[in-house]
């Protein structure tokens, strides 16, 4: 029985999807919930999974294809056996092959669509290529190998073909790639485009002395970890409870524009900048206000782990009424964060460094932090931002005004 492959349905914020990669080939065996494909969208990459046992008969959408909701991708042919399909496949090939020599691939059911793909990225001919798949399928691997022999042949060939000439000398490698894009990737160059584009969009700095939270921390962090079932104690819970208790003394950081409305918010959805291989991504941790440290900390924990493994859903990164971004832990000093829309501001954390300062008269060595508020003045005043900035850095100084709530 013939099971046709459907692009998942998209949320009403995707338009189309891209197909990334064919994790089974026409002929493959296929077990139920077994991944075949993934969607990329420019949020999330979607998993389509088998819906029973059997044979991949036909992909109907190449990778690299856009696609919309719920359209055909390819087929399956349930209960079938790998041996059946492949059969019909190899036979055109074996009917047009010379009498001896490998097998190679071409423009045919035998090469398979990555294959394809690289194979005109790249202008190489498939013909010339020996397939080592099943069948004789030309894999990726095999255009791999012919991309890199066709970048060393002409190097190996010049010293021979210009001994009468004059000697060429180079400037030593100077080798190129060029890659597509992401959809994830263009679509935060498109909202940060959009950000600096439609937004009077200031910057304000300050410093905070993290004396206090350090030693809190290093004092607890062992029970800490041991109470809550291994969620360890981290600088961001403190920065995300700091920021929910600023936010709701100054509402209209909290807030956004919807046209000519403002909207405010009475809850405090906090969205945590998560950098990731194939882009920045920013899960929201909802209702902020309603959670201890320790689950902040484990939201924050899976957040990373699902983004380096590609698992955050849509819903996980929709929404959110203020943003913390940690460049400190690359080592950055001090940045100016760019808002996310329709948000109305964005918090800079950056590197904890030792600093010369002067207390009481006297020099001493502190832990210094630089914070950076970027906000848009159209909502948000000079005056707001930096009171808002002010309170998270008394906040931080004295951790014990978060549990006296002054």
């Keep these: 029985?013939?099971?046709?492959?459907?692009?998942?349905?998209?949320p009403e914020s995707v338009a189309d999807g891209t197909v990334a990669t064919w994790h089974k080939q026409p002929g493959d065996a296929v077990k139920r919930d077994e991944l075949i494909v993934d969607i990329e969208t420019d949020k999330v990459v979607m998993e389509v999974l088998a819906e029973a046992d059997g044979v991949l008969s036909e992909i109907v959408k190449n990778e690299g294809d856009t696609v919309l909701s719920g359209e055909l991708l390819g087929k399956l042919d349930a209960g079938a056996t790998a041996s059946a399909p492949a059969?019909?496949?190899?036979?055109?090939?074996?009917?047009?092959?010379?009498?001896?020599?490998?097998?190679?691939?071409?423009?045919?059911?035998?090469?398979?669509?990555a294959a394809r793909k690289l194979a005109e990225e790249n202008g190489i001919d498939p013909n010339s290529v020996k397939g080592t798949g099943k069948d004789g399928r030309v894999t990726k691997e095999d255009l791999?190998?012919?991309?890199?022999?066709?970048?060393?042949?002409?190097?190996?060939?010049?010293?021979?073909a210009s001994t009468a000439a004059a000697p060429v000398t180079t400037g030593g490698d100077r080798t190129e790639k060029r890659v597509p894009m992401t959809r994830l990737r263009a679509k935060v160059a498109e909202r940060l485009v959009e950000a600096q584009s439609n937004m009077a969009m200031l910057t304000t700095f300050n410093e905070v002395d993290m004396?206090?939270?350090?030693?809190?921390?290093?004092?607890?962090?062992?029970?800490?970890?041991?109470?809550h079932n291994g969620v360890r104690l981290g600088f961001m819970s403190f920065f995300v409870k700091a920021?929910?208790?600023a936010l709701k003394r100054f509402p209209a950081v909290n807030a956004s524009i919807d046209g000519t409305d403002i909207v405010y918010h009475g809850y405090q959805d906090?969205?945590?900048?998560?950098?990731?291989?194939?882009?920045?991504?920013?899960?929201?941790l909802r209702n902020a206000e309603l959670m201890n440290l320790a689950e902040v900390e484990s939201g924050i924990a899976t957040f990373g782990k699902?983004?380096?493994?590609?698992?955050?859903?849509?819903?996980?990164?929709?929404?959110?009424?203020?943003?913390?971004?940690?460049?400190?832990?690359?080592?950055?000093?001090?940045?100016?964060?760019?808002?996310?829309?329709?948000?109305?501001?964005?918090?800079?954390?950056?590197?904890?460094?030792?600093?010369?300062?002067?207390i009481n008269g006297q020099v001493v060595i502190?832990?210094?932090?630089?914070?950076?508020?970027?906000?848009?003045?159209?909502?948000?005043?000079?005056?707001?931002?930096?009171?808002?900035?002010?309170?998270?850095?008394?906040?931080?100084?004295?951790?014990?005004?978060?549990?006296?709530?002054?």
Excluded: C
Excluded at 88 to 113: H, K, R, S, V, Y
Excluded at 270 to 284: C, E, F, K, M, N
């Design 144 to 160: 791999v190998a012919a991309i890199e022999a066709k970048k060393s042949a002409p190097a190996s060939s010049k010293p021979a």
């Design 270 to 284: 906090i969205g945590v900048a998560v950098s990731s291989d194939r882009g920045l991504v920013v899960p929201v």
């Design 87 to 113: 059969a019909p496949a190899a036979a055109p090939a074996q009917a047009n092959a010379p009498a001896a020599g490998p097998a190679t691939g071409g423009e045919d059911a035998i090469l398979a669509p």
């Design 366 to 406: 502190r832990p210094m932090m630089y914070l950076a508020l970027s906000y848009d003045h159209r909502l948000i005043d000079g005056k707001e931002a930096v009171s808002f900035l002010v309170t998270i850095k008394n906040l931080l100084e004295d951790p014990a005004r978060l549990l006296l709530d002054i």
């Design 1 to 10: 029985m013939a099971i046709e492959i459907k692009a998942p349905q998209f």
């Design 306 to 358: 699902k983004a380096r493994d590609g698992k955050l859903s849509i819903d996980e990164m929709t929404g959110g009424t203020f943003t913390i971004t940690n460049g400190g832990t690359f080592g950055s000093m001090m940045s100016t964060p760019i808002v996310n829309p329709p948000q109305a501001a964005i918090l800079g954390m950056h590197n904890i460094l030792q600093r010369p300062m002067a």
């Design 243 to 245: 920021s929910v208790e």
């Design 211 to 227: 004396t206090e939270v350090m030693a809190l921390r290093s004092k607890y962090k062992d029970l800490f970890e041991k109470t």
